[in-house]
């Protein structure tokens, strides 16, 4: 039978309201709230979300919108959110909006008024749209930057830069950069930090398995000897029209990655890729939410940078002859 209010009121020979005030931050002693809090741990107590919703004015419950959960990495920044939420006693409703503005700012009006905060990841609508659709106090951006808003994103220019670096140290001076669609702000970012090297762009290229495939033989026409891809999958791509084509990776040409997941290790060859922080990512930002929500916010920074790093595989190798 399932242990109720009132059981851990009787254990802690308290009233119903005090057990309420003692499990939800209300006025009661230290000495009231450390024996209703034993009680409800000894008994396995476990407060209804929507009883004690009702009392707090809060749902328990976060709402995570991806642009497409077909992508390892959006997949992966929703385990991190849902394992941060699983430890706090919270619930995550997630919305994939493939790719669609519209969908995003749709599912972000709904998640807003129905959870206590939203984590809007990568999203592709405009700062402007953002800023007037989205509560700047309980939304948090993952991988994307917007002046006045909270955010979690990882560092892409010095990923990207690491990869370039990588890639001229091996030798080569032809480098090709896939870019992704127009209206990803990761996209920009690596697109900015690339602004110091000669690179040769194509795309936008679609985030896919598939756009890489389409890709591949704009890369062959090209003199590139070296390929960045916007992501992971679009490498993945790559590699598989350059194998159907009878090109050799690395020897004929070199390709790189973005956001190391975990298929990354499992191509053929293993690919190089500058590993994003994707799971930290999102309990990170589920995090801020949680403090937001407090009435005494130790929110302080409204936007927090993570680090990347390269993870050097077989598909960079040496710089062919």
Not at 18 to 35: E, Y
Not at 232 to 248: I, K
Not at 280 to 306: D, F, I, N, Q
Request: hydrophobic fraction near 45%; proline fraction near 5%.
């Amino acid at each position: 039978m399932r242990t109720t209010v009132h059981d851990v009121a009787d254990a802690a020979g308290v009233s119903v309201s005090t057990v309420s005030r003692a499990l939800t931050g209300g006025s009661v002693s230290p000495a009231t709230r450390a024996t209703v809090i034993a009680a409800a741990e000894r008994l396995g107590y476990r407060p209804n979300r929507t009883a004690r919703g009702l009392i707090t004015g809060r749902t328990g419950n976060y709402g995570l919108i991806v642009p497409d959960l077909r992508n390892p990495f959006f997949a992966d920044v929703a385990k991190g959110v849902t394992a941060r939420a699983r430890a706090v006693d919270c619930g995550v409703f997630i919305t994939d909006t493939d790719e669609d503005v519209s969908a995003e700012l749709e599912a972000l009006a709904m998640l807003g008024r129905n959870t206590d905060g939203v984590l809007l990841c990568s999203p592709r609508a405009t700062d402007a749209e953002l800023l007037e659709a989205a509560d700047p106090d309980t939304t948090v951006l993952v991988h994307r930057q917007v002046p006045g808003m909270l955010s979690i994103s990882a560092d892409i220019a010095a990923g990207t830069r690491q990869a370039i670096d990588h890639l001229r140290a091996l030798g080569h001076r032809q480098i090709a950069f896939l870019a992704g669609p127009d209206e990803s702000w990761a996209g920009h970012q690596r697109l900015s930090a690339l602004g110091e090297y000669e690179i040769l762009r194509f795309g936008s290229v679609a985030p896919t398995f598939e756009g890489g495939v389409l890709a591949g033989d704009l890369v062959l026409a090209s003199p590139a000897t070296a390929v960045l891809a916007y992501n992971d999958l679009v490498a993945m791509g790559l590699l598989h029209r350059l194998a159907a084509r009878g090109v050799s990776v690395p020897d004929q040409i070199s390709v790189v990655g973005y956001d190391d997941i975990s298929l990354a290790a499992m191509s053929h060859p293993p690919l190089t890729t500058v590993a994003v922080p994707k799971g930290r990512a999102g309990a990170a930002a589920l995090e801020v939410l949680l403090r937001a929500g407090k009435p005494a916010s130790t929110v302080r920074e409204r936007e927090v940078t993570l680090p990347t790093g390269l993870v050097v595989r077989a598909s960079s190798g040496l710089a062919g002859g």
